[in-house]
Nanobody, 122 residues
Framework: QVQLVESGGGLVQPGGSLRLSCAAS????????MGWYRQAPGKQRELVAS???????NYADSVKGRFTISRDNAKNTVYLQMNSLKPEDTAVYYC????????????????WGPGTQVTVSS
C-alpha cells in the first residue's frame, strides 16, 4: 500500500516562512500528480498548489507569488515553500497524489497524507 507523510509544519509569525515536505513510499510505479490542500476550521478543504509530471503548475490565487511547489522525482517527494505567511494561511495542510502502484496487479488511485498543522500567529 502507498503511504504519504507530511512534515515541516509548525508555528511561525506573520511574514515568516516554512517549507513543507511530503514523501511517498510503497510499491509505486508512477506518480502522475502531486499537490497540497489545506483546511481551516469551519472552512472547506481547498487546493493550494499542484503539479503534474511534465511541469504544469497550479496555484490558488490567494498564495500566488508567495508559495512555490516543487518535486524531487528521485525521492518521490513534493515540497511547498511558503513565504510571507499570513494568519489566513493557518490550516492543516494535506499532501495529495495520484499514484500508480502494484498490489497483485497494477493499479492507480489518489492518496492522502494525514496532514500537518501550520499556524501563523504573532
Amino acid at each position: 500500500q502507498v503511504q504519504l507523510v507530511e512534515s515541516g509544519g509548525g508555528l511561525v509569525q506573520p511574514g515568516g516562512s516554512l517549507r513543507l515536505s511530503c514523501a511517498a513510499s510503497g510499491s509505486i510505479t508512477s506518480i502522475y500528480s502531486m499537490g497540497w490542500y489545506r483546511q481551516a476550521p469551519g472552512k472547506q478543504r481547498e487546493l493550494v498548489a499542484s503539479m503534474v509530471s511534465g511541469g504544469n503548475f497550479n496555484y490558488a490565487d490567494s498564495v500566488k507569488g508567495r508559495f512555490t511547489i516543487s518535486r524531487d522525482n528521485a525521492k518521490n517527494t513534493v515540497y511547498l515553500q511558503m513565504n510571507s505567511l499570513k494568519p489566513e494561511d493557518t490550516a492543516v495542510y494535506y499532501c495529495n497524489a495520484d499514484i500508480g502502484y502494484f498490489r497483485v496487479s497494477f493499479r492507480r488511485a489518489p492518496f492522502w497524507g494525514p496532514g500537518t498543522q501550520v499556524t501563523v500567529s504573532s
